[in-house]
């Protein structure tokens, strides 16, 4: 068996985003993912919040998430839509995706 430097559990969202930050940091790493394919029950990528924006575009992939999605202020508090737009960020919204996959 093949050692690593890091060995990350769970090829979710946080998984996958460390081992990218890993890898282009030189860091060998490698990630174990029990399920064993990549079906999901339901979807799980109907949006994305202004701060995984954010992060994204820290990370100089946003445009790709952006071209798939409507832009919209989707961010709520309870049954309560709150408008962002004047926040001091880019991404002053919210994008509404469709899983085009499942
Ligand atoms: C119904 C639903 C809808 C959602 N919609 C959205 C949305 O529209 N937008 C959004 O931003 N977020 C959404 N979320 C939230 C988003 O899915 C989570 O925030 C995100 O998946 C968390 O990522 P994670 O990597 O921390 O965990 P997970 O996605 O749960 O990934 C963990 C991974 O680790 C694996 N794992 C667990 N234990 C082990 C082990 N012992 N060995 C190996 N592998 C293991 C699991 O199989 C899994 O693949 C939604 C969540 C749900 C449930």
């Known amino acids: 068996m093949r050692e690593h430097a890091v ?7 946080t998984g996958l985003m460390l081992a990218g ?5 030189g860091v ?3 990630i174990v993912e029990r399920r064993p394919d990549q079906g999901l ?6 949006g994305l919040s202004a701060r995984t924006l954010e992060v994204l575009d820290q990370r100089g992939i946003v445009d790709r998430f952006l071209a798939e999605g409507q832009v919209a202020q989707v ?8 408008d ?3 926040f001091p960020t880019r991404h002053n ?6 899983q085009k996959h499942i």
């Open 7 to 13: 060995v990350i559990s769970g090829a979710g969202p």
């Open 21 to 25: 930050e890993l890898a282009l940091a």
């Open 41 to 46: 029950a339901g979807t799980r990528a109907g």
């Open 84 to 86: 962002i737009s004047d």
């Open 93 to 98: 919204y919210g994008l509404a995706l469709r």
């Open 28 to 30: 060998d790493v490698a």
């Open 75 to 82: 961010t709520g508090f309870a049954v309560t839509r709150l």
